[in-house]
C-alpha cells in the first residue's frame, strides 16, 4: 500500500473513534450506515481495514472497543422454530428454505476492554492523590462556588463512582433488567408497572438525569422510551386481533380491558443489555442485593471491594441465590453477546 494510502486509512481511522465517542456520549448505537456517509464516503470497500485500525486507536488509547450488537435469543430461537416447521410442512417440489439471516445488527456501542481487577484497583482511594485533589479543589473557587448541581469533594481514587452524574438512571436501568431476567427473560407491561409502584415508581415519578441533558427530570415514561432507543430495552406488542401489525418501540402504555384488540406490552432486554450489561452481571447484581439485605449488611465495608473473602455461608447462600436466578430466568445465563 502507498504513503498516501495509509495516511487515508489512518485519517478514517481516526474519524472513526471520534465519531464513536461522539455517539457513545450520547449513549446511542452507531449505524453502519452512519459510519458510511460520515467517514467512508466512496471508499466503503475498505471498511474491515478502517475498523480494524480504528479499533487498535481505541483500545490503546481509551480501553475500549466497538462491538456489534446482536440480535437477541428470543429472536434467534424463533427463527430456529419457524426453520423446523417449514422444513417439516414443505413438499418435494417446494423452494429451500430461506438462509437464516446475519445476527449482527450493523450497529455498534463502545465497551471497556480494561480487566476488572485494575478498574477495581482504581477505584481505591489513594492518600497522595486525595492530597493533591484537595489542593486544587480548595484553590479553585469556582469549584467551591454554590451551585444547583455542585462539584463533588475530591476521593482520593482515579474512578470515583459516587461522583458519577447518572447513577440513579443506571440504578433504575438495574432494577428494570432484573425484573425482567427473574420473569424468564420476559415481562408484562402491567407486571412491570406493578413492580415498579411498590417502589413508588409511577408513570409520571421524576427521574434524576446527568447533569449535561437540557432537562435534568423527565419522567420515568420518558425514562423507559430513552432506553428503548439506546437500546437497553425492547418493547413488544403481543396478542393482539388477528391480522394486526406487529410493532415495537413507541406504543401506548394501555393494556387487559374486555377489548378483544386491546393491545399487550411485553418487555424484554434490549441488544445493547446484552452486549454492554450481561444477564450475568445482573444476576451478580441481584444476589449481591439480596445477600446484604438477608445478612442485615453484616461487614458491608469488608464486601465493598468484591466478594474474595467472604464466609463461607455467604459464599453459599451467594450461590444458591445465583442458582435461583438462572432458574427464574429459564436457563443458563448468558455471558455478553
Known sequence: MNVDGEGDLERKANDLVRLALFTENKHMPLRRDEISKKVMGSKSRRFGEVLARAQQILSNTFGMQLVELQ??????????KEDKAQEK??????????????????????????????????????????????????A???????????????TGAIIAWERGDQLQSIGLLYVVLSFILVHGRSISDNDLRTLL???????????????????????????????????????????????AQKKRGRASATQGGNNDDAVILEWRWG????????EQDIARFVADFMVERTRGDVDS??????????????KKMRDGMLKGIGKAAGGNLAELL
Open 301 to 314: 465495608e469488608d464486601d465493598e471491594g468484591g466478594n474474595a473473602h467472604e464466609d463461607p455461608e455467604t
Open 197 to 243: 409502584r411498590r417502589l413508588r415508581l409511577t408513570a409520571n415519578t421524576q427521574v434524576p438525569r446527568d447533569a449535561r441533558a437540557s432537562l435534568q427530570h423527565y419522567t420515568l415514561d420518558q425514562f423507559l422510551s430513552t432506553a428503548i432507543r439506546q437500546g437497553y430495552l425492547d418493547r413488544q406488542r403481543i396478542g393482539e386481533a388477528k391480522g
Open 140 to 154: 479553585d473557587p469556582e469549584l467551591n462556588a454554590e451551585d444547583e448541581y455542585p462539584v463533588p469533594e475530591p
Open 71 to 80: 440480535t437477541r435469543p428470543a429472536e434467534e430461537e424463533k427463527d430456529k
Open 89 to 138: 410442512n414443505k413438499d418435494k417440489n417446494a423452494p429451500g428454505i430461506k438462509k437464516k439471516a446475519p445476527t449482527g445488527t450493523k450497529s455498534y456501542i463502545l465497551r471497556s476492554v480494561l480487566d476488572p481487577q485494575l478498574i477495581k484497583l482504581a477505584t481505591v482511594p489513594d492518600d497522595d492523590l486525595l492530597r493533591l485533589e484537595k489542593g486544587e479543589f480548595d
Open 271 to 278: 441488544p445493547r443489555a446484552m452486549a454492554e450489561v450481561g
